[in-house]
């Protein structure tokens, strides 16, 4: 997944956490090893990936599946 900036979105989400202010936070993003940090309130995280979109004139453009997930075009759900 991606994000735009990593950082802001790491101080957002640690900011009730003690200890985890911007320099540690930058310590840790260049460390070797990945730190597990347990959020504390649980922060819930909705994905949703989608092969089509409408535009704002009604239009729908199709995208090719590039992960190959779900029902193939034609299948269950269209």
């Not at 504390?40 to 949703?48: A, D, G, I, N, T």
């Given at each position: 997944m991606r994000v735009s900036?990593?950082?802001?979105?790491?101080?957002?989400?640690?900011r009730s956490t003690p200890g985890w202010d911007a320099a540690k936070i930058a310590a840790?993003?260049?460390?070797?090893?990945?730190q597990v940090v347990v959020l504390?309130?649980?922060?819930?995280?909705?994905?949703?990936y989608?092969?089509?979109a409408a535009s704002p004139?009604?239009?729908?453009?199709?995208?090719e599946n590039?992960?190959?997930r779900g029902a193939p075009a034609g299948g269950p759900g269209r």
């Open positions: 900036d990593p950082p802001a979105l790491a101080e957002f989400l640690l840790a993003m260049e460390a070797e090893r990945p504390k309130p649980r922060v819930p995280v909705w994905l949703l989608t092969t089509a004139d009604g239009r729908i453009a199709f995208f590039v992960y190959h």
